[in-house]
């Protein structure tokens, strides 16, 4: 099945910080999303998008399918941004990332 | 309701019992999702309805698992003859369509000894 891997697994940010998320799959896919999971577990799904760039607020993302990877930028990060964030591929089936694990500090 | 919901939120049970976790989704979402998070496995898709039926049931991890949905609406996951590995986060979420954003229930917690 498809590889999907995600970088970097943990990453500290001060707030107001940007940062980057990079998920990087095996194979071409028909889908791909990205989500956010808080610290007390609950998922959200933020982004569906197989190519192209997409924002809401002070998220964006962006896929670029030739060349099988996807980013998640977060600009002037909050505490409640902290948590995991998880992309996920969808191609014969639907794999997940391990996740970056995201800690913004006061 | 507000949003979906799931029960129980906590399952404790014995190897080799049957479990039956429920899901209902937000009235007038038309898919349905369940997911899997464990501490070995990490996030894992198990399958998604669309309506009441179920394209592709690849997902779920052996014939011991089944899911069914009726009314589009309320859905079940039944695991039969529980094993130790089936111990997880069991998730699901619902969307007014396929590729909508889906929204997610807070999970049922299974432990199985």
């Known amino acids: 099945g498809i590889q999907v891997e995600q970088s970097p697994p943990d990453l500290i940010l001060q707030e107001g910080a940007n940062s980057t998320l990079r998920c990087n799959f095996s194979?071409?896919?028909?889908?791909l999303q990205w989500f956010h999971q808080n610290p007390w577990g609950q998922l959200i799904n933020l982004f569906y998008i197989p190519s192209g760039t997409k924002q809401n607020g002070r998220l964006s993302a962006t896929t670029v399918a030739t060349e099988r990877y996807s980013l998640l930028y977060i600009s002037s990060s909050q505490t409640t941004d902290s948590g995991v964030y998880f992309c996920?591929?969808?191609?014969?089936?639907?794999?997940f990332g391990a996740g970056t694990r995201l800690t913004v500090k006061p | 309701g507000a949003g979906v919901s799931q029960s129980p939120s906590n399952k404790v049970t014995e190897k080799g019992k049957d479990v039956e976790l429920r899901c209902d989704p937000i009235?007038?979402?038309?898919?349905l999702y369940w997911y899997r998070q464990s501490l070995g496995q990490g996030l894992e898709f198990l399958i998604y309805?669309?309506?009441?039926?179920?394209?592709?049931k690849s997902g779920l991890p052996s014939d011991r698992f089944s899911a069914e949905r009726t009314g589009g609406s309320v859905s079940t996951l039944t695991i039969q003859r529980t094993q130790q590995e089936d111990s997880a986060v069991y998730l699901c979420a619902s969307s007014l369509g396929i590729q909508e954003t889906q929204y997610f229930g807070p999970g049922t917690r299974l432990l199985v000894l």
């Open positions: 009235s007038g979402h038309t898919a």
């Open positions: 194979d071409s896919v028909n889908n």
């Open positions: 309805f669309q309506g009441n039926s179920a394209p592709d």
């Open positions: 996920a591929v969808v191609g014969n089936d639907m794999r």
